[in-house]
T-cell receptor, first 114, second 115 residues
Framework: KQEVTQIPAALSVPEGENLVLNCSFT??????LQWFRQDPGKGLTSLLL?????REQTSGRLNASLDKSSGRSTLYIAASQPGDSATYLC?????????????FGQGTILTVHP | DTEVTQTPKHLVMGMTNKKSLKCEQH?????MYWYKQKAKKPPELMFV???????INESVPSRFSPECPNSSLLNLHLHALQPEDSALYLC??????????????FGAGTRLSVL
């Protein structure tokens, strides 16, 4: 059974800092890994998706890396802003189908203070 | 348009009521999902439809009944719910087919309270 762990559970940083969120998974036979952002009481917004054959993806100030063999992914946020405050979730999809089950981590609650 | 629309946004129901949640997308996605999310927990998968057929049922109690009447619409029919079913219900969709990356797009959710 796939298990996904995110560290740290919560992070508070001053505006402008670069930061790294970590995600690890126990079964390396994944189809892809997706990072999401969730604001309180809202739905999930997809940030980045990395296919199992890829090493990293970038979008603006965000960079996600994947090391499938070691079961790890990181989300790097450059020059953090108060608007980045949210819960960040990583989710892995097992190999087999492109519509298979996503297994989520517990999330990292990020607070960026001015 | 990358929007998944869920209605209603909020729902309060008694344990003897019957209600339905609705989800709609017009992105041509042929996979649609229902998730349940309790406070301060990650989403948990309930159902997956692919090409309008139920593909995955994560052992969800029969008081939750999904329906996919066409490729744009997904419903979740609720009957005889329990207070512990109170949660945020999220709908998602993703494209299917060779070369599709399988990015899931989520709606804003329906906040359900069962009294």
């Amino acid at each position: 059974k796939q298990e996904v762990t995110q560290i740290p559970a919560a992070l508070s940083v001053p505006e402008g800092e670069n930061l790294v969120l970590n995600c690890s998974f126990t079964d390396s036979a994944i189809y892809n890994l997706q990072w999401f952002r969730q604001d309180p009481g809202k739905g999930l917004t997809s940030l980045l998706l990395i296919q199992s054959s890829q090493r990293e993806q970038t979008s603006g100030r965000l960079n996600a890396s994947l090391d499938k063999s070691s079961g790890r992914s990181t989300l790097y946020i450059a020059a953090s802003q108060p608007g980045d405050s949210a819960t960040y979730l990583c989710a892995v999809r097992q190999s087999g189908t492109s519509y298979g089950k996503l297994t989520f981590g517990q999330g990292t609650i990020l607070t960026v203070h001015p | 348009d990358t929007e998944v629309t869920q209605t209603p946004k909020h729902l309060v129901m008694g344990m003897t009521n019957k209600k339905s949640l609705k989800c709609e997308q017009h992105m041509g996605h042929r996979a649609m999902y229902w998730y349940k999310q309790k406070a301060k927990k990650p989403p948990e998968l309930m159902f997956v439809y692919s090409y309008e057929k139920l593909s995955i049922n994560e052992s969800v109690p029969s008081r939750f009944s999904p329906e996919c009447p066409n490729s744009s619409l997904l419903n979740l029919h609720l009957h005889a719910l329990q207070p512990e079913d109170s949660a945020l219900y999220l709908c998602a969709s993703s494209p299917l087919g060779i070369g599709k990356r399988g990015i899931q797009y989520f709606g804003a959710g329906t906040r359900l309270s069962v009294l």
